[in-house]
């Protein structure tokens, strides 16, 4: 059986007056019946892991650079994450693929990175609306998901993230069948690439604009783990409820 896991993603958004958030998320689950990860900007990793420390929250980070150290000013080693408090980084977003011009090759660079140090690796992928309208979502998954996760990848550190670019932010969501399609679709391919033994324990998130609305029936769809959840993870009051339709679902 997988643990689900309902994970939060908040961008660059967040101050330290966003730590109280993240207290109220721990008090109102302290003994979750699914992973709860929050990955805050890197500003506030260190203060994040302190704020959760005794709970049940785990802190990620939302990249990291593929080197161990050296010059490359601005970035973050997976050891610098680690050392910060994170147990788990964002790797491949969409936003950082569109943003940076990240290849699959650095994302799975950087997913080798943040095994070395022991990090979960949430690996996103995910199709544009042309992708789609184009009848290219199942093949353009398909070799995301093939250049982008290491072949050391197993259930215990790797996640992966569906996440359609065209439902980030939007308030679009895929219908269910769309949603069921590319699960099952990733699923099969990682079966065949990684054995039974080894896909069927790797976590598979829906991610775009799930809300506490949503999530219900989201969660619902065969082959969803969980979610990695963007605008509605910043306040306490709207990811809790999202959590709890995980734990019942
Ligand atoms: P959203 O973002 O929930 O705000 O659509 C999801 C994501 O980008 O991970």
């Known amino acids: 059986m997988r643990r689900k896991l309902a994970a939060g993603n908040w961008k660059m958004n967040g101050t330290g007056a966003s730590l109280a958030e993240l207290a109220d998320l721990g ?54 994450l680690k050392d910060a408090g994170a147990s788990a980084v964002i790797l491949g977003h969409s936003e950082r693929r569109a943003d940076h011009s990240e290849s699959d090759a650095q994302v799975r660079a950087k997913a080798e990175a943040a095994f070395a140090e022991d990090l979960i690796a949430v690996i996103c992928l995910g199709e544009t609306l042309e992708q789609r309208e184009a009848g290219e979502t199942l093949k353009i998954v398909g070799d995301q998901l093939a250049a982008s996760v290491p072949d050391s990848a197993t259930a215990a550190n790797t996640v992966i993230a569906y996440e359609p670019v065209w439902a980030i932010g939007t308030g679009k969501v895929p219908t269910l069948e769309q949603i069921g399609e590319v699960h099952n679709f990733l ?40 979610a990695l959840v963007g605008g509605a993870s910043l306040k306490a009051a709207d990811f809790s409820p999202i959590i709890e339709t995980l734990e019942n679902a």
């Open 187 to 226: 699923r099969t391919e990682l079966v065949h690439r990684f054995g039974a033994e080894i896909a069927d324990g790797i976590r598979l998130l829906y991610g775009g604009s799930v809300k506490p609305g949503n999530a219900g029936e989201i969660f619902a769809v065969a082959n969803v783990d969980g």
């Open 27 to 80: 008090e109102r689950h302290a003994d979750p019946a699914v992973d709860i990860l929050i990955c805050p900007p890197a500003t506030l990793l260190s203060r994040a892991a302190e704020a959760v420390q005794g709970g049940a929250i785990a802190i990620g980070a939302q990249d990291c650079h593929a080197e161990a150290a050296g010059a490359h000013t601005g970035d973050l080693s997976a050891a610098m």
